[in-house]
């Protein structure tokens, strides 16, 4: 067996003097596979893929991504993480609508010092790949939804991340933006790339991932195939 991708183990998070957000949750995710996390609204599924992602970190427990402890990172050393281990895709889609389309997606590559040319080409290749390249010159508040998500798994994906985090990817987009983008995961994924979803929507996890992972009150309740996940099991 390969080596894990992310290993959390007995991973606690409280906000405040609230229950915990998550409490002694422990998860292997290996290479290339598609996992995702459902749960209802607060089930603690965000602060999840936050301590992943290294935006946050836990009270208590071990966070390992790609054989670094991201638990023990300053903010430096998280960004750098970020940067290159991690893409991430919002609901919402967080691009810069003062920047066209090519400027956004070349952003991270900017930031991580790649070379111009480098930069500039491996955009154009992800925006033809993901079908946008003729909003090239664009800014994405003149796109619609279903494109504006494209140009965000595009600028994911622009550091060659080894984990594509996305949290609720179409929860903004109609029916057939979010199928659009919910079949640009799934090909992602049949390439090699590791895919972490987070959504309600579960024909979403069944038609995207092989494995389903169910949260409650911040505890894993099911860690089963995605095929198998009873609808009424989900709220
Ligand atoms: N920054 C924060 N400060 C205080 N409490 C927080 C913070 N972020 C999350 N929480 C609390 O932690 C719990 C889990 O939140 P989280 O955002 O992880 O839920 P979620 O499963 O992603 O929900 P949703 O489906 O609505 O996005 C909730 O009770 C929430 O109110
Ligand atoms: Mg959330």
């Given at each position: 067996m390969s080596m894990p991708l992310i290993e959390l183990c007995e991973v606690s998070r409280r906000y405040d003097d609230g229950p915990p957000a998550l409490h002694e949750v422990s998860l292997t995710v290996r290479p290339g596979e598609a996992v995702a996390i459902l749960g209802p609204s607060g089930s603690g599924k965000s602060t999840l893929l936050n301590l992943i992602a290294g935006l946050d970190r836990p009270d208590t427990g071990t966070v390992t991504v790609d054989g670094a402890r991201i638990d023990q990172l300053g903010e430096t050393g998280a960004a750098l993480?970020?940067?290159t281990r991690i893409g991430m895709v919002f609901q919402f889609f967080h691009l810069l609508d003062d920047l066209t389309v090519t400027d956004n997606v070349a952003l991270p590559a900017r930031l991580a010092g790649l070379p111009r040319g480098e930069t500039e080409r491996r955009?154009?290749?992800?925006l033809e790949r993901l079908g946008i390249d003729r909003h090239a010159r664009t800014h994405p508040d003149r796109l619609s939804g279903g494109e504006r998500q494209r140009?965000?798994?595009?600028?994911a994906l622009m550091n060659r991340p080894a984990l594509l985090l996305a949290d609720e990817p179409t929860g903004a987009l109609d029916t057939a933006a979010g199928q659009d983008v919910s079949r640009l995961l799934t090909e992602l994924n049949a390439e090699g790339?590791?895919?972490?979803?987070?959504?309600h929507d579960l024909?979403?996890?069944r038609s995207c991932t092989s494995r389903t992972i169910r949260i409650a009150d911040g505890r894993i309740t099911h860690d089963q195939p995605s095929r198998a996940v009873a609808p009424e099991a989900v709220r």
């Open positions: 993480h970020r940067r955009a154009a290749e992800l140009v965000a798994v595009a600028r790339q590791t895919v972490v979803l987070v959504t024909a979403l996890a």
